[in-house]
């Protein structure tokens, strides 16, 4: 059966840290995985990754994959508490297959 | 901004109702989807539908029903709903492209979710 898993699943941190999320997939027919940020409304689009090894960055957050270990990370350099919210990894392995994460809920204290 | 358009936000209703939840998207994309989503759970797919007049169920069994008769249109309706059907409904849809899996064309975009509380 195909499963995503992240960890930690929650995670508390002060204003300035590094966290480092990740996320594991066991999936046949995997073509990319992507992780979004869910606060209160929308889960929004983050990243998405196909290739090993090539780092996706947007300002403070960047994103890689590892095929390999089946396993990707989200980064978030000098955290803010606007940075607060659950972010959700999925991958996707067709045309409408998406398999979620449970998300790792981190919240930033200033 | 979003482009996708779910109503109501919040819906409190008692048990044997009626309810349809909206869904709008006006990025003309072909696929759409609604999740399933309990606190601290995955999202799980209850329907998909890949254009006009096409409707799947999706991994989760779900009492609920859909339609798709215009593209940027696609409506969840529960004929009976029950305390059970308590949770967030999120709507998506994305614009696959066969095998363009590096244009960005598979990236689910979101609704903002209805919040359905039966009692």
């Known amino acids: 059966e195909d499963k995503v898993v992240q960890s930690p699943l929650s995670l508390v941190v002060h204003e300035g840290d590094t966290v480092t999320l990740n996320c594991s997939y066991e999936?046949?027919?995997?073509?990319?995985l992507l992780w979004y940020k869910q606060e209160k409304k929308a889960p929004t689009f983050l990243f998405m990754l196909t290739s090993s090894g090539i780092e996706k960055k947007s300002g403070r957050l960047s994103s890689i994959l590892d095929k390999k270990e089946l396993s990707s990370i989200l980064n978030i350099t000098a955290t803010q508490t606007g940075d607060s919210a659950i972010y959700l990894c999925?991958?996707?392995?067709?045309?409408?297959?998406?398999?979620f994460g449970t998300g790792t809920r981190l919240k930033v204290l200033a | 901004e979003a482009d996708i358009y779910q109503t109501p936000r919040y819906l409190v209703i008692g048990t044997g109702k009626k309810i349809t939840l909206e869904c709008s998207q006006t990025?003309?994309?072909?696929?759409m989807y609604w999740y399933q989503q309990d606190p601290g759970m995955e999202l799980h797919l209850i329907h998909y539908?890949?254009?006009?007049?096409?409707?799947e169920k999706g991994d989760l069994s779900s009492e609920s029903t859909v339609s798709r008769i215009r593209t940027e249109h696609f409506p969840l309706t529960l004929e009976s709903a029950r305390p059970s059907h308590t949770s967030q409904y999120l709507c998506a849809s994305s614009e696959y492209k066969g095998q363009a899996v590096h244009s960005g064309a598979n990236v689910l975009t979101f609704g903002a979710g209805s919040r359905l509380t039966v009692l």
């Open positions: 999925a991958s996707n392995s067709g045309t409408y297959k998406y398999i």
């Open positions: 999936v046949t027919n995997f073509r990319s």
């Open positions: 539908s890949y254009g006009v007049n096409s409707t």
């Open positions: 990025m003309g994309h072909d696929k």
